[in-house]
């Protein structure tokens, strides 16, 4: 049973720093294509990252363009969400999901197994 375990999040101040880990099990990290999507109250859930098998390949949403970096660890079954410069509309639940197939962007209906989320809050 594949299972995700997302961590990372809390509360900062604008400009601040996050940096989310997801450990998969069951499963080889480096069957997956690895994704970071994130839902605010009363909104859509809406993708932020996305990182293919290999190495370089990664598509982010606009908003977080230069800000947050995507990175997987195929040894250690983990991958990151580096979060820099956040703003109070990063406010959100992030979730990590595991897929089978790469698209930029992401759709959420390609991804079979997600974490539970965690909370990540940016104050102004």
């Known amino acids: 049973q594949v299972q995700l375990v997302d961590s990372g999040g809390g509360l900062v101040q604008s400009g601040g720093s996050l940096r989310l880990s997801c450990v998969i099990s069951?499963?080889?990290?480096?069957?997956?294509?690895m994704a970071w999507f994130r839902q605010a109250p009363g909104k859509e859930r809406e993708f932020v990252a996305v990182?293919?098998?290999?190495?370089?390949?990664?598509y982010y949403r606009d908003a977080v363009k230069g800000r947050f970096t995507i990175s997987r660890d195929n040894a250690k079954n983990t991958v990151y969400l580096q979060m820099n410069s956040l703003k109070p509309e990063d406010t959100a639940r992030y979730f990590c999901?595991?897929?089978?197939?790469?698209?930029?962007?992401?759709?959420?209906?390609?991804?079979?197994?997600w974490g539970q989320g965690t909370q990540v809050t940016v104050s102004s």
């Open positions: 999901a595991a897929g089978g197939l790469f698209s930029a962007p992401p759709r959420a209906r390609d991804y079979e197994h």
């Open positions: 990182h293919g098998r290999g190495r370089d390949t990664t």
């Open positions: 069951g499963r080889s990290l480096g069957d997956y294509v």
